[in-house]
């Protein structure tokens, strides 16, 4: 083979140079190549983000006590003691007498009470297990019952009344009996303060001083919401004793009773009580009707015709000379 000549091997390097660039030309640079997905494991939290916000609250914690004690306030009472259960702190922290305090007036819907005896949660499932006299001493006799609700008693003094009119004037206790037979009224002294839960029950009567007996009464059963709670109560010990009772022997068109706090019986909210056009039911209406307030509760059921109602008033005292701890308003046809 010959020898190149210099302009052969110049034309040659220039091929070789032109190929080079066109190769580069063809190629993606760098800087636009798609990098590859690294793959992030389940423990990768290191997003800007999250750290700032990590960082910026350092000293926040799950287990703040004012913070789940805010929270208590929303929830419910079996909502609260399924997360007490979650662990040994939520339990400590759940089961404050002062959550359980709140939970309970607030579910009530009453104010701040006096002192009490018992636990605020074991009040508060005492108030709403679904328990009441009747069912707990005497099943056999119960028929029905429906949760009016719950007032406060402030005062150490009970008018009970089976006629919604306002009184001209609180009986005193030498006149007690002849203002019964003639208004319907009477009023019960020694009654302890504090909150109060009312129902009303339809019962088959227990006793009946009556000849001719329909079998069946309607009941007004307010209840101090300690008495379940007492081992007096729950053994039988207190009984309930007759008050008073009262014959209507003339129709009457409906079975109405009430029980007011002598101190707020002028109140505005108690009147409401009075306005029975705003509650009672119309003519026609056969289902009972409840109304109440702050310091008052009463009853009504429209009736058929009838020869009139036989009232009693019964009350419950804590032992021999105690305060009373429940009171009872029946009623029953003639």
Not at 119 to 144: C, M, P, R, T, V
Not at 187 to 208: E, H, M, S, Y
Not at 300 to 306: D, G, I, M, V
Request: hydrophobic share 35%.
């Amino acid at each position: 083979m010959g020898r190149r000549s210099r302009s052969e091997t110049k034309a040659t390097e220039q091929e070789d140079n032109f190929a080079r660039r066109k190769r580069s030309l063809n190629t993606e640079p760098p800087k636009m190549r798609r990098p590859m997905r690294r793959a992030k494991t389940i423990c990768s939290c290191s997003s800007p983000s999250s750290s700032t916000f990590l960082n910026a609250h350092s000293n926040f914690s799950w287990f703040e006590k004012d913070l789940w004690t805010e929270v208590a306030k929303f929830l419910d009472g079996r909502s609260l003691v399924m997360l007490a259960v979650t662990s040994r702190w939520f339990n400590r922290t759940l089961m404050e007498d002062c959550i359980w305090k709140y939970v309970c007036m607030r579910d009530l819907q009453v104010s701040t009470p006096c002192h009490v005896s018992f636990k605020w949660i074991d009040l508060y499932a005492a108030a709403f297990d679904g328990s009441h006299s009747y069912n707990f001493h005497q099943q056999e006799k119960h028929i029905d019952w429906m949760r009016i609700g719950a007032f406060s008693m402030d005062s150490s003094a009970a008018f009970l009344t089976e006629r919604l009119q306002f009184p001209a004037r609180i009986p005193d206790e030498d006149e007690a009996h002849n203002f019964l037979q003639s208004t319907g009224c009477c009023v019960i002294n020694n009654v302890k303060k504090g909150i109060w839960i009312a129902d009303l029950q339809l019962v088959r009567c227990p006793v009946c001083d009556l000849n001719t007996c329909d079998g069946t009464m309607q009941t007004l059963d307010a209840r101090h919401i300690e008495l379940f709670l007492n081992k007096e109560y729950r053994n039988g010990s207190w009984k309930y004793e007759l008050v008073g009772s009262h014959d209507n022997q003339m129709h009457a068109d409906g079975a109405s009773g009430a029980i007011f706090d002598v101190e707020h019986l002028r109140d505005c909210s108690t009147s409401a009580v009075f306005n029975l056009k705003s509650w009672v039911g119309k003519p026609m209406d056969w289902q009972p009707r409840a109304v109440i307030t702050l310091h008052a509760v009463a009853v009504n059921t429209n009736l058929q015709k009838n020869e009139g109602i036989h009232v009693k008033y019964h009350a419950m005292r804590a032992g021999p000379d105690g305060e009373v701890v429940s009171i009872r308003i029946s009623q029953q046809l003639l």
